[in-house]
């Protein structure tokens, strides 16, 4: 399915630009085998009825996520704390269609504040993002301020064994561990799924 001005929500290598200092990072993430292995549309169908609702991505990157949730009628706040990563993705935001640009906020934040107001979100998604988090429990219980009641947490990240790419072993952080962070940080885990991708974990949580 397209949109106008040629956009369409399955083809993240459609996104070309500058973003100087960004190409290697961007080529990776846009990569079409990404589709295959990452299954976005699998994570995505996670996080429920998006339409209508705000969904704060952290570590958004390019924007790969962000762009396709705000394609499904969502309101996205892009996070990344790469002024890098936001400028191109700033970039990118001007050549998509104009429902879409006014769906899509780039927002640039820190490595313990992702500058979310108060009860701003309903979800927020990390994809391969969550072990770069330093003191997680304390980030996740002050995370749960900008989540209104109810919200949910969506946690996608690489399983703790070897695989063809992503992050050494040793600086993964096994499924177990992120259960038992978000659950010290006040949170109730819903789901665990270690078989729908083959390289990932899906961990879905709510705020009580």
Same mark, same amino acid.
């Given at each position: 399915?397209?949109?106008? =001005? =040629?956009?369409? #929500?399955? /083809? ?13 990072? !961007?080529?990776?993430y846009e990569s079409p085998d990404? @589709?295959? +292995?990452?299954? %976005?549309?699998?994570?995505? /169908? ?8 705000? &969904? ?17 009628? !969502?309101? &996205?706040? !892009? ?8 400028? +191109? ?8 269609? #104009? ?9 640039? !934040? ?16 990390? &994809? ?15 995370? /749960?301020?900008?989540?209104?009641? =109810? ?15 992503? %992050?050494?072993?040793?600086?993964? &952080? ?14 109730? @885990? ?12 899906i961990l879905k949580a709510i705020?009580?």
């Amino acid at each position: 399915m397209s949109c106008k =001005g =040629g956009f369409d #929500e399955h /083809q993240g290598d459609t996104v070309t630009g500058s973003g100087p200092g960004f190409e290697t990072e !961007a080529k990776e993430y846009e990569s079409p085998d990404r @589709v295959i +292995w990452q299954k %976005p549309d699998l994570v995505i /169908q996670e996080l429920g009825d998006v339409n209508g609702k705000t &969904v704060a991505d952290l570590g958004a990157g390019t924007g790969y996520f962000s762009r396709r949730i705000a394609y499904k009628g !969502a309101r &996205v706040i !892009a996070i990344d704390i790469d002024p890098k990563a936001i400028q +191109w993705m700033q970039e990118q935001k001007t050549k998509f269609p #104009e429902e879409l640009q006014d769906r899509l906020v780039i927002r640039k !934040a820190t490595e313990d504040d992702p500058k979310l107001k108060d009860n701003e979100v309903d979800m927020v998604l990390l &994809v391969n993002t969550y072990s770069y988090i330093k003191n997680r429990v304390t980030y996740f219980t002050k995370l /749960q301020k900008a989540i209104r009641k =109810g919200g949910i947490v969506l946690i996608i990240d690489f399983k703790k064994t070897d695989t063809p790419f992503g %992050p050494k072993v040793q600086e993964r &952080v096994d499924l177990t561990d992120v259960e038992q962070e978000l659950t010290q940080a006040g949170y109730d @885990v819903i789901m665990k799924d270690e078989s729908s991708l083959e390289y990932q974990y899906i961990l879905k949580a709510i705020k009580p």
